[in-house]
């Protein structure tokens, strides 16, 4: 009986070692697995980081180099439509109406003697002015600089062919140079209520400018109303006179009209009839050519 039992206890510890091995052999395999499935995690993550962001690298550049092309060709739409609009709005000028321009300007030494720079009747159009204010500054450089006296001038610009598009030309450089012009003659030029109202709005600063004529120029009640309100406004002012005559002005836009004038100073009509505090009454129906002096 104790023969058998050896055999058999010896088996049993032989299987219990056995069984301890093989438990701790299964663990070192799987602590193996593990290690290698984060391993392979680990460089699964790397590489998918990398790839995005090498993604976002060839996105940002596809991204640049096609906004990079958009804006090339943006501007170049841009360029065009402006060279467009130019031609439109600034139409090129040709050598010979340049030359009519420069033989206004020519006689430097007689325009500083009369003070008179004299454009009347020469068919400017608005395609002239450009060139013609470039001429003009120069003048006005001219004076700046103290080579030259011209200062106070007077610029005669009646009977041509400018517009409204003109004098908005003509008014922003004038605006630049306060001290240059006096006397300014807009006498026959088709500018209307809107190229009135652009000479008013440029009066802002222009406070030497005495007379200006706008005989015949196409211009309403609104329009004459609008520079007489921003004459009135200017308590500085030094100027004197503004010929209306030949233009649709009503009566009751004179009224409005001498009441701003009341706002200035005593004043007297063209035609004698004087006012100072005291209300003058004008048919609303009628058409009156006027020419206001302030006086």
Sequence with gaps: MSGTIRPIASCLVLFAFASGSNAGFLDKITQSVSNVKQDLTNKVKAATSAVSAKVEEVKTGVSGTAGALMAQIGQSVDNTIGQSLDAVIEPAISEEDKKRVDTIFQDAGQIERTGLINAQQRDLTDVHMPYFVEKLEQLAQATQAGTSAFEKMTLNLSGNQITAQGIDTLIKKLQAYPRFISI?????????DEGVTVLANGLKSMAFVKYIILSNTGITGDGALAIF???????????????????????????????????????????????SSGKLNLDPNAVIPRQIRLV
Excluded: P
């Design 184 to 192: 300014l003659g807009l006498a026959g030029n088709n500018i209307g």
């Design 229 to 275: 309100s921003e004459i009135a406004k200017q308590s500085d002012s030094v100027f004197q006179m503004l010929d209306f005559s030949n233009n649709e002005i009503t009566g009751d836009y004179w009224q409005l009209i001498l009441d701003q004038v009341k706002m200035l100073r005593s004043g007297v009509l063209e035609d004698g009839i004087t006012f």
